[in-house]
């Protein structure tokens, strides 16, 4: 049988500027057009009590001008090009892209370039990007019972993980946020030490790498990020919480301690994972939604993660059901594969799925890029893509089985149950 990785070449290149910049070019001549992405090794993660959800503004702000580009120009010019650009925060990174015609590669460079050495943080920016991410907030936290459940489930499934604030940040915090705890942190987390470049598409390695060191390499390099540290004790007993809030429908969401990302069990949780929640005949939807028809959804979550996560569940009731009974049917499906309830063809089936979603993923240019960035993040090195597409493929029914024992213990577990109360 053909490893997971087999017919996967990413012919990349890889070079270290002298400020510690990091660049990754890989060549994709099939259409005029190619992907800047920037990954800063900053999330949420890297907040603190008083600052949290600086990192997601900063997503916002990175937008708002430099000093030789006055704010919406970078917007702008990138749309002139017949481009786009977006970002991403998360708890352990940052991201930013554009996608552009392959002739505005320098362009790009000099914007680039122009907002990592002087970012324009005014007090004006400052006050503009709050407001907008405190209503990002209002409409995908306070006003989603998804987004409440989830703020809800990781405030109390960890007491000492950073990983325990949102990464939109609680809103006093928000608040609090000033223009000097900006300048501190883009001076810190936002140099080119603490970055990843990755290039893909319509350009040519030597001269990408020389137009880099043209417009970057002259940037200085800041001392190094203080480390992030997980103290999380272990659990030692289940959590429950119980919310109220205007709803239609009854819901749970639970969590156990998981794998991150370098653990040994994490490609065996991933296989789960596949099994448990990819397509109309994964084990949530036919039990719950088909099988017994007591929920109306029925997922599960697991993300890579520098430090140990949560592997995730989320059951909606449908009218009528006891939300009781959804939870408890959820926990019987996670407890009979951990008893062993899995097959060569079920394992066989998720493997061929994770493979299928990285082949879409390497489809386009973008996805390229944030492949080999996520990687070189969370490993230091973009090639162990090869290596963990190799281990999810040596996945056998009894790996799964003992991730699921581990993980899936009552006593690690957190429940959020949502009640609804009527619309005001």
């Known amino acids: 049988m053909p490893s997971a990785a087999a017919g996967l070449s990413l012919d990349v290149e890889r070079r270290v500027l002298a400020n510690g910049l990091t660049v990754l070019v890989m060549e994709n001549h099939a259409a005029p057009t190619f992907c800047y992405m920037t990954c800063f090794r900053v999330g949420s993660r890297n907040e603190r009590p008083g600052i949290t959800g600086i990192s997601h503004l900063f997503e916002h702000m990175m937008f708002n001008g430099s000093s030789r580009y006055a704010p919406k120009v970078f917007d702008r010019l990138i749309e002139s ?26 362009k790009i460079l000099d ?17 503009q990007e709050r407001s907008i991410v405190k ?49 501190d942190y883009f001076r810190t987390y ?59 429908l009854p819901a749970v969401m639970f969590g156990f301690k998981a794998a991150s990302f370098s653990h040994e069990d994490f490609p065996a949780l991933d296989v789960v994972r596949c099994i448990l929640t990819e397509g109309d005949s994964s084990r949530l939807y036919r039990t719950l939604i088909y ?51 899995l097959t060569d063809i079920d394992v066989a089936k998720a493997r061929n799925q994770i493979r299928a979603e990285t082949i879409r993923d390497l489809k386009d240019n973008s996805g390229r890029a944030e492949l080999i960035a996520s990687y070189e993040r969370m490993t230091g090195d973009w090639r162990s893509f090869f290596s963990m597409m190799e ?25 959020v149950t949502l009640i609804p109360e009527p619309t005001p």
């Open 135 to 183: 209503e990002e907030r209002r409409l995908r936290t306070d006003n989603s019972t998804e987004g409440t459940m989830f703020e809800l489930l990781m405030a109390n499934a960890f007491i000492a993980s950073p990983y325990r604030w949102p990464v939109v940040g609680w809103e006093p915090d928000l608040n609090n946020i000033s223009l000097e705890d900006c300048r």
């Open 391 to 415: 281990k999810i493929d040596a996945v056998t029914p009894p790996d799964a089985v003992r991730a699921c024992a581990r993980c899936f213990e009552p006593d690690r577990r957190t429940v």
């Open 291 to 341: 099988g017994s028809r007591i929920a109306a959804e029925a997922n599960a979550f697991f993300r890579p993660a520098l430090d140990p996560t949560l592997f995730i569940v989320y059951a909606q009731a449908k009218e009528g059901v006891e939300v009781g009974a959804v939870e408890r049917s959820a926990h019987e499906v996670l407890e009979r594969m951990a008893a062993g309830q």
């Open 190 to 248: 936002y140099a080119p030490n603490n970055a990843i470049v990755a290039i893909v598409g319509d350009v040519e390695t030597d001269a990408t790498f020389a137009l880099m060191e043209k417009h970057f390499g002259d940037i200085p390099a800041q001392p190094p990020p203080r480390a992030v540290i997980d103290a999380e004790p272990p659990q030692r007993g289940e959590k429950r919480v119980v919310h109220r809030m205007a709803a239609e």
């Open 81 to 106: 090009s017949g481009g786009y650009s977006n970002g991403s925060t998360w708890y352990d990174t940052t991201n930013y892209y554009e996608e552009v015609s392959s002739d505005s590669l320098e």
């Open 111 to 127: 914007l680039e370039s122009d907002r990592m050495r002087s970012l324009l943080l005014t007090p004006e920016n400052l006050e």
